[in-house]
């Protein structure tokens, strides 16, 4: 007796041993949904290029990416009933292009206003049932130009055909940024709202200091209230670069106290060539002067299934060029539609820790688009400086604007002396404290066979520092050879697990036949025994 239940306690531990590791895994699968991988799903009407649409939708992807929070980019049309909820999502973004189309989804309508997570309706179409949860009443206004006001700055913006502005909010609302006319036919309206977990931009520009605004507006709906300091960045930096000229602008903001960074694409092959090794001897001195590299991805013409794996090998063996002439990249920075691409993100954007998503080109090739944009340790918002040009404060220039995200302000490689002289001026003339990489940085990023470090102005390459800039440092030569990836590595995992399940399952069956076996066994003994 005692020996049959022994046996049945060890079946009994083993199924709750199982029981428990399966649970154990379903509890994980579910808190990791309702936290960090919970998305915000933006839903737009359409793209709309004549009010640039598909700039207004980047600049929201990239915003939302900047304030760490992943998202999932979806049509209105192709909405399905019952998609948004509080489990999958923690926040959901309207973005109407075009009031003139009328483009309705009634299943997103009825969703949305059962949603209880926090929601942002940017552009026309507000409808009342927005306007009650922002505790407001909706008022549109025809054929205005506005001025923007925030702060001691303003900025005219272009002419406005129709807008929808919001009226009697209450003293707990949050506003941002205040509209007013050049006439006094209309009253001032505020231009960012945030009420309790919803929130309202009536436009959104992709540049410009409405943007500065709106980041602050979104980050006060997704409760951060970091301020941050611009990084100054130069864009359209090449191998073919005047070098001479670059050098010069990066001794010029040395001299002035200007930390910067500097955006440039680079090579794989023909590297043995003396142009390349000025080029990175270039970008070296410049990393001795306070300035950081960005590696800038490739420019993307055509795509196929191998394009993921070509991409890597061709980043790959550019860190591993540029890493042996000690030039160390902090990050790396890209269009803002790689990051809506499974692999852009997997074998170029997700190997470093700093991210720069800068404006889409007009043309944009995908290799496998998928629209769920991630998240990394920092991701700048690249501005270009010329939208802030327009900006005053009574001195012909703009104050020190609030950053809400982390920001870098882009400026091109000047293509002359002259421009040089102009770029350098507007730097300098715009009264801003610039973020110093130097005391606030810390960056990774990973090759196949390198690991580049950068923490507060030293450089570190696979552990080991480095003073970059001394020729008689040895640095290890890299082997350039890509990473293998297994096609079914994937496959073979989760067959893996579905034998574990399985052969589990089979021996709690056994056990229990056993111990049914046993059973039946005593029980004819017994019987026989007492016929006997």
Same mark, same amino acid.
């Given at each position: 007796?005692?020996?049959?239940?022994?046996?049945?306690?060890?079946? &009994?531990?083993?199924?709750?041993?199982?029981?428990?590791?399966?649970?154990?895994?379903?509890?994980?699968?579910?808190?990791?949904?309702?936290?960090?991988?919970?998305?915000?799903?933006?839903?737009?009407?359409?793209?709309?290029?004549?009010?640039?649409?598909?700039?207004?939708?980047?600049?929201?992807?990239?915003?939302?990416?900047?304030?760490?929070?992943?998202?999932?980019?979806?049509?209105?049309?192709?909405?399905?009933?019952?998609?948004?909820?509080?489990?999958?999502?923690?926040?959901?973004?309207?973005?109407?292009?075009?009031?003139?189309?009328?483009?309705?989804?009634?299943?997103?309508?009825?969703?949305?206003?059962?949603?209880?997570?926090?929601?942002?309706?940017?552009?026309?179409?507000?409808?009342?049932?927005?306007?009650?949860?922002?505790?407001?009443?909706?008022?549109?206004?025809?054929?205005?130009?506005?001025?923007?006001?925030?702060?001691?700055?303003?900025?005219?913006?272009?002419?406005?055909?129709?807008?929808?502005?919001?009226?009697?909010?209450?003293?707990?609302?949050?506003?941002?940024?205040?509209?007013?006319?050049?006439?006094?036919?209309?009253?001032?309206?505020?231009?960012?709202?945030?009420?309790?977990?919803?929130?309202?931009?009536?436009?959104?520009?992709?540049?410009?200091?409405?943007?500065?605004?709106?980041?602050?507006?979104?980050?006060? &709906?997704?409760?951060?209230?970091?301020?941050?300091?611009? &990084?100054?960045?130069?864009?359209?930096?090449?191998?073919?670069?005047?070098?001479?000229?670059?050098?010069?602008?990066?001794?010029?903001?040395?001299?002035?106290?200007?930390?910067?960074?500097?955006?440039?694409?680079?090579? !794989?092959?023909?590297?043995?060539?003396?142009?390349?090794?000025?080029?990175?001897?270039?970008?070296?001195?410049?990393?001795?002067?306070?300035?950081?590299?960005?590696?800038?991805?490739?420019?993307?013409?055509?795509?196929?299934?191998? +394009?993921?794996?070509?991409?890597?090998?061709?980043?790959?063996?550019?860190?591993?060029?540029?890493?042996?002439?000690?030039?160390?990249?902090?990050?790396?920075?890209?269009?803002?539609?790689?990051?809506?691409?499974?692999?852009?993100?997997?074998?170029?954007?997700?190997? !470093?820790?700093?991210?720069?998503?800068?404006?889409?080109?007009?043309?944009?090739?995908?290799?496998?688009?998928?629209?769920?944009?991630?998240?990394?340790?920092?991701?700048?918002?690249? #501005?270009?400086?010329?939208?802030?040009?327009?900006?005053?404060?009574?001195?012909?220039?703009?104050?020190?604007?609030?950053?809400?995200?982390?920001?870098?302000?882009?400026?091109?490689?000047?293509?002359?002396?002259?421009? #040089?002289?102009?770029?350098?001026?507007?730097?300098?003339?715009?009264?801003?404290?610039?973020?110093?990489?130097?005391?606030?940085?810390? +960056?990774?990023?990973?090759?196949?066979?390198?690991?580049?470090?950068?923490?507060?102005?030293?450089?570190?390459?696979?552990?080991?520092?480095?003073?970059?800039?001394?020729?008689?440092?040895? #640095?290890?030569?890299?082997?350039?050879?890509?990473?293998?990836?297994?096609?079914?590595?994937?496959?073979?995992?989760?067959?893996?697990?579905? #034998?574990?399940?399985?052969?589990?399952?089979?021996?709690?069956?056994?056990?229990?036949?056993?111990?049914?076996?046993?059973?039946?066994?005593?029980?004819?003994?017994?019987?026989?025994?007492?016929?006997?």
């Amino acid at each position: 007796m005692r020996r049959k239940r022994r046996i049945t306690l060890w079946g &009994l531990l083993l199924l709750l041993v199982v029981g428990g590791g399966l649970a154990s895994q379903s509890t994980s699968a579910v808190a990791a949904t309702t936290t960090a991988d919970r998305r915000v799903l933006i839903v737009y009407d359409a793209i709309n290029p004549t009010v640039s649409g598909q700039k207004k939708l980047a600049a929201v992807q990239r915003l939302l990416a900047s304030l760490n929070v992943k998202t999932q980019t979806e049509r209105l049309s192709d909405y399905q009933a019952g998609q948004l909820t509080t489990r999958r999502y923690q926040g959901v973004v309207t973005l109407n292009n075009w009031e003139q189309g009328r483009l309705h989804n009634t299943a997103f309508v009825r969703d949305r206003n059962r949603f209880t997570g926090r929601q942002l309706h940017i552009g026309s179409g507000l409808s009342a049932q927005e306007a009650h949860r922002l505790g407001a009443t909706r008022q549109r206004v025809y054929h205005q130009q506005f001025v923007l006001h925030d702060g001691g700055n303003w900025q005219l913006l272009p002419f406005s055909t129709d807008l929808t502005l919001l009226n009697g909010l209450s003293r707990h609302t949050q506003t941002f940024g205040t509209l007013r006319t050049q006439g006094a036919g209309l009253a001032p309206h505020a231009y960012g709202v945030v009420h309790g977990k919803s929130a309202y931009l009536p436009y959104l520009t992709a540049d410009g200091f409405s943007l500065t605004v709106a980041s602050r507006t979104l980050a006060a &709906l997704f409760g951060q209230s970091r301020t941050n300091c611009p &990084l100054l960045t130069i864009t359209g930096v090449t191998p073919y670069t005047n070098l001479a000229r670059l050098r010069r602008l990066g001794q010029r903001l040395y001299q002035a106290g200007i930390p910067f960074a500097v955006s440039t694409t680079s090579v !794989a092959d023909n590297t043995t060539f003396r142009a390349f090794k000025r080029f990175a001897q270039t970008l070296s001195e410049l990393e001795t002067e306070n300035g950081v590299i960005f590696l800038q991805a490739p420019v993307v013409g055509a795509t196929n299934r191998q +394009s993921g794996q070509l991409l890597e090998q061709l980043m790959v063996g550019q860190l591993n060029q540029l890493g042996q002439r000690q030039v160390l990249p902090v990050g790396i920075s890209a269009p803002a539609y790689w990051n809506q691409d499974r692999a852009f993100r997997r074998h170029g954007l997700q190997r !470093a820790t700093n991210v720069l998503l800068l404006p889409n080109p007009a043309t944009t090739t995908f290799a496998k688009q998928d629209n769920l944009g991630t998240t990394f340790t920092q991701t700048w918002y690249g #501005l270009p400086l010329r939208s802030l040009q327009t900006v005053e404060n009574g001195h012909h220039a703009p104050g020190d604007l609030s950053w809400a995200v982390p920001t870098a302000l882009t400026v091109p490689m000047p293509d002359s002396a002259k421009g #040089l002289t102009a770029t350098f001026k507007q730097v300098t003339g715009l009264t801003t404290r610039w973020y110093d990489p130097s005391q606030q940085l810390t +960056s990774r990023l990973t090759s196949a066979s390198a690991t580049f470090r950068y923490d507060h102005g030293s450089y570190f390459l696979n552990g080991r520092e480095i003073d970059v800039g001394n020729s008689t440092v040895a #640095l290890p030569r890299f082997n350039p050879r890509r990473k293998n990836h297994v096609a079914l590595k994937g496959y073979f995992r989760v067959q893996g697990w579905i #034998l574990w399940i399985f052969f589990t399952i089979v021996l709690v069956i056994l056990v229990i036949f056993i111990i049914l076996g046993r059973r039946i066994y005593r029980r004819m003994f017994f019987q026989n025994s007492k016929r006997r």
